[in-house]
């Protein structure tokens, strides 16, 4: 089946009122943050878009794809599931080696030139995590921002999952922004748990919980997205010195004084 987009329809929060947002859609291209403090139920949220909630969760919500009852055999069926989560806790289990499990995987997903997609993945991978992933180390070696990020690439260039649901990338470590700008290549569906202000507002719009309930949809402004490239440059000056630090080298104030003055 051909995902043109995905309907969330509201059931309701905490206290057992009906959420302020009756219904929304995600379309084929739309990178949307669900954002929040703590607990107000954004991994829910996540967690009724990949199960295909059908009124049958805690929430009441229900999922549609192109306006119609999601399939059993989506649900069911892992080879037709078309969405990957990329949790905050994830683990292998598995020891192999990253370039032997990545081809595994694209075999198993019928790629016509495993080695080059292989390759693919991992350059995607390594733009996102600091310290470089090979193919001969174990899965059970990598750092949590590491796996994160590979798991990223995998579910955008193996899995080639229509739709992606990330939870708090921004706590792996890896190079968030960097992540934002490779994905809005690639024509899915991308939804992200955040407590990142750079990620919501470059966001196309951003859904706003509490208290376990949807309370309403924001659309990016045109004044947010100036904020949100200001944001981006703070967030690629703290990156770019975290880098020399981590590589033991010494900071000058005054070059950073110039570097934040460079903003306004």
């Not at 009756?22 to 607990?39: A, R």
């Amino acid at each position: 089946m051909d995902i043109f987009k995905i309907t969330i329809r509201g059931g309701q929060g905490k206290d057992g009122q009906p959420e302020n947002v009756e219904q929304f859609d995600l379309k084929m291209g739309d990178i949307v943050s669900i954002v929040g403090p703590t607990g107000c139920g954004k991994t829910t949220l996540i967690n009724d878009i990949e199960l295909f909630a059908n009124r049958n969760t805690p929430s009441g919500r229900q999922i549609l794809i192109n306006d119609e009852p999601v399939p059993d055999d989506f649900t069911f069926d892992p080879k037709k599931h078309p969405i990957a989560l990329i949790s905050q806790h994830t683990n292998f289990l598995s020891d192999l080696p990253v370039g032997e499990f990545l081809t595994i995987h694209a075999t198993v997903r019928g790629a016509t030139d495993v080695e080059r997609v292989v390759e693919e993945t991992i350059l995607f991978a390594n733009q996102l995590t600091g310290e470089a992933i090979i193919k001969e180390t174990a899965m059970t070696e990598l750092s949590g921002g590491q796996t994160r990020s590979l798991l990223i690439a995998d579910a955008v260039i193996i899995g080639n999952s229509p739709i992606i649901l990330l939870d708090e990338i921004e706590n792996a470590g890896i190079h968030k922004t960097k992540a934002l700008d490779l994905l809005k290549n690639y024509r899915k569906i991308f939804v992200f748990v955040t407590h990142d202000p750079t990620i919501a507002l470059l966001s196309d719009f951003r859904i706003v919980m509490k208290n376990g309930a949807m309370q309403k949809l924001i659309y990016a402004s045109a004044e947010e997205m100036k904020a949100a490239s200001k944001l981006k440059t703070i967030d690629d000056i703290i990156l770019h010195y975290r880098s020399r630090i981590r590589a033991g080298e010494e900071l000058n104030i005054s070059i950073l004084e110039e570097e934040l003055i460079s903003i306004n």
